[in-house]
């Protein structure tokens, strides 16, 4: 199980820890914050190209085939759900749209590129955002 832990530092600033790792967040001077680390949707597209790369690097393994490099380009942004065509029909007002690029380079024979194609759906960041999470909440207030 992961455990993050997330303290406002100053301003927008964001402190995250886990274990021995450290990382910042924030807003970008335009909104109000002062840049010192990616804002909150870039970190879930970090997290999700991550564990996509990860994903196809361990299934190439599993399977011992040649993976030559990976990498990965994720952009988030809103849209109106009219102005977007494969949203789906039951989508209305404004959505969150997630596009991604999938660079993979190997020796791969057409049948290898169609299996991997499924795999980078199936990092299991990848999985939990398009399924949802249900999220449990309690406020502790102190003093």
């Known amino acids: 199980?992961?455990?993050?832990?997330?303290?406002?530092?100053?301003?927008?600033?964001?402190?995250?820890?886990?274990?021995?790792?450290?990382?910042?967040?924030?807003?970008?001077?335009d909104a109000g914050g002062t840049d010192t680390g990616p804002n909150p949707y870039s970190l879930l597209l970090s997290a999700v190209a991550?564990?996509?790369?990860?994903?196809?690097?361990?299934?190439?393994?599993?399977?011992?085939?040649?993976?030559?490099s990976i990498s990965a380009k994720y952009e988030h942004d809103k849209v109106h759900a009219d102005d977007c065509e494969d949203c789906g029909d039951d989508a209305?007002?404004?959505?969150?749209?997630?596009?991604?690029?999938?660079?993979?380079?190997?020796?791969?024979?057409d049948?290898?590129?169609?299996?991997?194609?499924?795999?980078?759906?199936?990092?299991p960041v990848h999985k939990t955002i398009v399924a949802g999470a249900k999220f449990t909440t309690e406020c502790i207030f102190v003093g």
């Open 1 to 29: 199980m992961a455990t993050i832990t997330a303290d406002l530092k100053s301003g927008f600033a964001v402190e995250l820890r886990e274990g021995d790792h450290v990382w910042y967040a924030d807003e970008p001077v």
């Open 50 to 68: 991550a564990c996509t790369c990860i994903t196809v690097s361990m299934y190439c393994q599993r399977k011992g085939w040649e993976l030559d």
């Open 92 to 109: 209305s007002g404004r959505i969150d749209r997630i596009r991604s690029e999938i660079f993979i380079e190997g020796d791969f024979d």
């Open 111 to 123: 049948k290898q590129r169609a299996r991997l194609t499924d795999i980078v759906q199936k990092c």
